[in-house]
């Protein structure tokens, strides 16, 4: 979907920005990496000097490239310099797509710490106030125009710590979409029932006004439950791995 909103509006690659916490986002969002700039995980994206827009930037991937990745593993990324990397690009250089995915919540879930699951989604809201005062700061610099997405990952099932069971619960997704194709609350445009995550980029090609074939429909939905289906997976075999006693 960023693919054809790309190309709908014949957009630069620095006019399309994708950041994200957890690395393999990256590939979710574009089919085309060359043609966006990306910085997913600490150290992923071909393309994530090009978020050095001013010092602090710099800083941040600096900082974040040899940070734990607690409460994620591997190249994961704190969700606090993922927002706050997003926020200097956005104010730099005003793209005209900007893509953020968060993953903290996931992440404590995982570790089954509801306090602190809470106190991302506390961090998630303060980050949208500061997404939408710098929108608004430079409405007249490409912040009306500007299409954002914010996607945060999605439910729990009823044991919390993990999903994928097959819970209604753990399907549940939620998203931010703001910009001038959004003309209303996008309707659900999905065919599963209950909604779940492969209901989203069917939903969100309705928002903004794109044909509805592909992921949504057919094959294509079938496509995104077994992507959805294939992360739950490795999601519960690695927590299943950290989790035995060592030693
Ligand atoms: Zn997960």
Known sequence: ???????????AAKDVAIV??????????TRHPCGAVISAGRTGGASRDAFRVNRRASEIL???????????WGDYRPDRFAAALALHYLREV???????GLGDTDEYGHRGNY???VESLQRFDAFLGDLFRSLEHMRNRGGRTASVFVLTDHGRDAGFAHHGSGDPSSSRVWVLAHGPRIVGPARRAGRANPMSLGDLAP???TAFGLTTHGEGEGEGEGEAKKRERMRDQADRERWLKMEKPRG
């Open 203 to 205: 939903t969100l090609r």
């Open 115 to 117: 306090e602190k699951y």
């Open 62 to 72: 600096r900082e974040s490239s040899v940070a734990a990745a607690y409460p994620g």
């Open 1 to 11: 979907m960023v693919d054809e909103l790309k190309t709908l509006e014949n957009l």
């Open 94 to 100: 005003a793209p005209r797509l900007l893509v953020v």
């Open 20 to 29: 994200a916490s957890w690395g393999p986002m990256a590939h979710a969002v």
